[in-house]
């Protein structure tokens, strides 16, 4: 099966092939931009000491 392709096709598989490679690092850079991939800080919860002294309505 030998078959030819035209320069157009070419050109366009080419482009295909190396588009990934241009949009990766300007995506990884907006991602990081924004601020992914970082945790928000959790508010730590103060715990009580002793006996609950509280009684529900």
Known sequence: MNTT???AFLKR???LM???MLVLP???MAFWA???GSK???AEVELSKGLN???PD
């Open 13 to 15: 598989r080419k482009f």
């Open 18 to 20: 190396v588009l990934p």
């Open 53 to 55: 002294t509280v009684l």
């Open 5 to 7: 392709h035209d320069s």
């Open 40 to 42: 928000a800080p959790v």
């Open 26 to 28: 300007f995506a990884t």
């Open 34 to 36: 924004l601020g992914g």
